[in-house]
């Protein structure tokens, strides 16, 4: 692994934000494992980004929209592409970052875009004091402030990303009501590796002979 | 890969397959019988046994699409197969590498594969006893060897001495084998012949094991282990020596036992089996279809899986496995746990 010097961090995809505040262990295993698995509800999303990057005609001629737009953060180490990026006539930027399912407040979304308008910040040499989250499942834009907290919060996951991505080695599972709503269950395991008392036993018992077992055929 | 998916079988002789639209047309020679297309997104894998033709639109799909493509001699002995890119899961490849390196890391994993094999032949011989007439004690025999074996597997201080265990146990397990197959079935099993098999029950097992092997193949690779890289059967070129390793426990409980029922109820005969000139015995044509039909609703079935506690279909405990692999050798697990019955 090569060396990474204080002025250059190791660059974190903005996407990894989003993911490792849903989980950090499936931020771990896309990271470090290149495992990817998609679901009915990735498979949409896919879909509707297709849909979002195609540029379509624009109802509001007086604002500039940018779709798929590269951006990223020299000092923060961060790196992504904006789904939509409105410039506004009075120069107002703001990302609007698409989401197939519905909107939750404080969630894993809201650190994504704030660290799309810090990005946008330092490119565009622009305050960004508003993004945008929009919900396809409740047809609805969410806008949301940009504010000291919500910026803390980026550049703290930024860091918890880095180290995760430094130490080679995956956070523990989650195992709870996320779990079941995560399109990488099967190749995380999550119960399994929580529950090592059953998996222990099963280990100590795999030289004596098994009771004899059922053949349903 | 929590959808157990289909693997399309061809083996025609002259048969072509080609891309159409998001389907997969089969064309028999001389354009004979109907237009026959597949939806590839219902299709795992595409395998050919034998002289099959597959148009280069078709490959790149699947390729794109991580859909392995294999190809098998007539026999069922696996030849090649295509697939996508190597998946990037360099560390656990990395890690992979390590533990084979490391005999302290390296001899539990082969332990614990060879334990689950015996442990799976273990209770095919016990269901034999009970279905058993006069050769009820000597299958008890048997399977009370098979628990000396086992115990030997346990207590192996280094893979020489595993790899005799091993070979001592097979051998009173395939003479069980052989004890299990009905003298009114028109076939007997002389112990394990292969390269090349010379009797129908051999020939039989050879094809079988052939397939398990190609889905255990799969699997490492779909997981982002080297096939290559194994634990009992350590490295030698060419040789898929992990998914050797992985497929010892499936051996007994999913091949043998398909061959039994399917020699036992007579599915199989004599009359599905060829002799070559100079000796070898395979499957005849319409012999491989009734045994891949069979494979196929096989591999649907559901058995209880003792580590994720619930039911399993036959053809998904590779993946399951092979995950077990995974995270043992990352160690997040504190070993590797073979899938017994």
């Given at each position: 692994?090569?060396?990474?010097?204080?002025?250059?961090?190791?660059?974190?995809?903005?996407?990894?934000?989003?993911?490792?505040?849903?989980?950090?262990?499936?931020?771990?295993?896309?990271?470090?494992?290149?495992?990817?698995?998609?679901?009915?509800?990735?498979?949409?999303?896919?879909?509707?980004?297709?849909?979002?990057?195609?540029?379509?005609?624009?109802?509001?001629?007086?604002?500039?929209?940018?779709?798929?737009?590269?951006?990223?953060?020299?000092?923060?180490?961060?790196?992504?592409?904006?789904?939509?990026?409105?410039?506004?006539?009075?120069?107002?930027?703001?990302?609007?970052?698409?989401?197939?399912?519905?909107?939750?407040?404080?969630?894993?979304?809201?650190?994504?875009?704030?660290?799309?308008?810090?990005?946008?910040?330092?490119?565009?040499?622009?305050?960004?004091?508003?993004?945008?989250?929009?919900?396809?499942?409740?047809?609805?834009?969410?806008?949301?402030?940009?504010?000291?907290?919500?910026?803390?919060?980026?550049?703290?996951?930024?860091?918890?990303?880095?180290?995760?991505?430094?130490?080679?080695?995956?956070?523990?599972?989650?195992?709870?009501?996320?779990?079941?709503?995560?399109?990488?269950?099967?190749?995380?395991?999550?119960?399994?590796?929580?529950?090592?008392?059953?998996?222990?036993?099963?280990?100590?018992?795999?030289?004596?002979?098994?009771?004899?077992?059922?053949?349903?055929? | 890969?929590?959808?157990?998916?289909?693997?399309?079988?061809?083996?025609?002789?002259?048969?072509?397959?080609?891309?159409?639209?998001?389907?997969?047309?089969?064309?028999?020679?001389?354009?004979?019988?109907?237009?026959?297309?597949?939806?590839?997104?219902?299709?795992?894998?595409?395998?050919?046994?034998?002289?099959?033709?597959?148009?280069?639109?078709?490959?790149?799909?699947?390729?794109?699409?991580?859909?392995?493509?294999?190809?098998?001699?007539?026999?069922?002995?696996?030849?090649?197969?295509?697939?996508?890119?190597?998946?990037?899961?360099?560390?656990?490849?990395?890690?992979q590498h390590?533990?084979h390196a490391?005999?302290?890391?390296r001899?539990?994993?082969?332990?614990?594969?060879?334990?689950?094999?015996?442990?799976?032949?273990?209770?095919?011989?016990?269901?034999?006893?009970?279905?058993?007439?006069?050769?009820?004690?000597?299958?008890?025999?048997?399977?009370?060897?098979?628990?000396?074996?086992?115990?030997?597997?346990?207590?192996?201080?280094?893979?020489?001495?595993?790899?005799?265990?091993?070979?001592?146990?097979?051998?009173?397990?395939?003479?069980?084998?052989?004890?299990?197959?009905?003298?009114?079935?028109?076939?007997?099993?002389?112990?394990?012949?292969?390269?090349?098999?010379?009797?129908?029950?051999?020939?039989?097992?050879?094809?079988?094991?052939?397939?398990?092997?190609?889905?255990?193949?799969?699997?490492?690779?779909?997981?982002?282990?080297d096939p290559y890289v194994g634990f009992?059967h350590g490295i030698r070129p060419g040789k898929p020596a992990l998914?050797l390793d992985?497929?010892?426990?499936?051996?007994?409980?999913?091949?043998?036992?398909?061959?039994?029922?399917?020699?036992?109820?007579?599915?199989?005969?004599?009359?599905?089996?060829?002799?070559?000139?100079?000796?070898?015995?395979?499957?005849?044509?319409?012999?491989?279809?009734?045994?891949?039909?069979?494979?196929?609703?096989?591999?649907?079935?559901?058995?209880?899986?003792?580590?994720?506690?619930?039911?399993?279909?036959?053809?998904?405990?590779?993946?399951?496995?092979?995950?077990?692999?995974?995270?043992?050798?990352?160690?997040?697990?504190?070993?590797?746990?073979?899938?017994?019955?």
């Amino acid at each position: 692994m090569t060396a990474v010097g204080a002025e250059d961090p190791w660059p974190v995809p903005l996407s990894a934000l989003e993911h490792y505040a849903y989980c950090p262990r499936q931020a771990g295993l896309i990271l470090l494992e290149d495992a990817y698995a998609d679901d009915a509800a990735t498979v949409r999303g896919t879909l509707a980004h297709h849909r979002i990057h195609d540029p379509g005609h624009d109802k509001r001629p007086q604002v500039r929209t940018l779709r798929a737009l590269p951006v990223w953060h020299d000092e923060l180490g961060l790196t992504g592409v904006c789904d939509v990026v409105e410039v506004h006539p009075d120069g107002t930027v703001l990302p609007v970052e698409h989401k197939s399912g519905s909107y939750t407040p404080g969630g894993p979304a809201d650190v994504q875009v704030a660290a799309q308008a810090m990005c946008l910040e330092q490119r565009m040499d622009t305050a960004v004091p508003t993004a945008a989250i929009y919900a396809m499942a409740d047809r609805r834009r969410h806008t949301l402030a940009v504010d000291a907290s919500l910026r803390e919060r980026v550049c703290a996951t930024a860091e918890a990303v880095r180290a995760v991505m430094a130490r080679e080695e995956l956070p523990a599972p989650a195992a709870d009501q996320r779990c079941r709503r995560c399109s990488m269950n099967t190749g995380c395991m999550p119960k399994v590796l929580a529950g090592t008392r059953r998996y222990n036993r099963l280990l100590a018992e795999l030289y004596t002979p098994s009771h004899e077992t059922d053949w349903d055929d | 890969m929590t959808e157990l998916l289909n693997t399309l079988y061809v083996q025609t002789p002259g048969a072509s397959l080609h891309l159409d639209g998001d389907a997969v047309r089969i064309a028999l020679p001389d354009g004979g019988g109907p237009r026959r297309t597949l939806p590839l997104l219902r299709l795992e894998s595409i395998v050919l046994l034998g002289n099959i033709s597959v148009s280069a639109p078709l490959l790149s799909r699947c390729a794109d699409d991580g859909r392995a493509v294999v190809w098998m001699s007539r026999g069922g002995r696996f030849r090649c197969r295509l697939d996508g890119p190597t998946r990037g899961n360099v560390l656990l490849r990395h890690a992979q590498h390590l533990a084979h390196a490391d005999p302290v890391v390296r001899l539990p994993i082969a332990r614990a594969c060879v334990a689950g094999k015996i442990q799976n032949c273990r209770q095919v011989v016990l269901k034999g006893a009970r279905d058993a007439g006069d050769t009820k004690d000597a299958l008890r025999g048997i399977a009370a060897d098979l628990e000396d074996s086992l115990a030997a597997a346990g207590a192996a201080e280094d893979l020489d001495v595993l790899m005799g265990v091993e070979g001592a146990a097979a051998r009173s397990y395939f003479e069980a084998l052989a004890m299990m197959i009905r003298k009114d079935s028109g076939l007997s099993f002389p112990g394990r012949i292969k390269r090349p098999p010379t009797d129908g029950v051999n020939a039989l097992l050879s094809f079988l094991y052939g397939l398990v092997r190609s889905s255990v193949h799969g699997a490492c690779e779909q997981v982002g282990l080297d096939p290559y890289v194994g634990f009992l059967h350590g490295i030698r070129p060419g040789k898929p020596a992990l998914a050797l390793d992985l497929m010892e426990e499936f051996r007994p409980a999913i091949a043998d036992r398909l061959a039994l029922t399917l020699i036992n109820r007579r599915q199989v005969s004599a009359d599905d089996f060829e002799q070559l000139e100079g000796g070898a015995v395979q499957l005849t044509e319409d012999g491989r279809k009734t045994v891949l039909t069979a494979w196929q609703q096989h591999r649907q079935k559901e058995r209880p899986h003792p580590v994720l506690g619930r039911r399993v279909a036959h053809g998904l405990v590779p993946f399951v496995q092979s995950r077990l692999m995974a995270r043992t050798l990352r160690e997040e697990l504190p070993g590797y746990l073979p899938w017994t019955v």
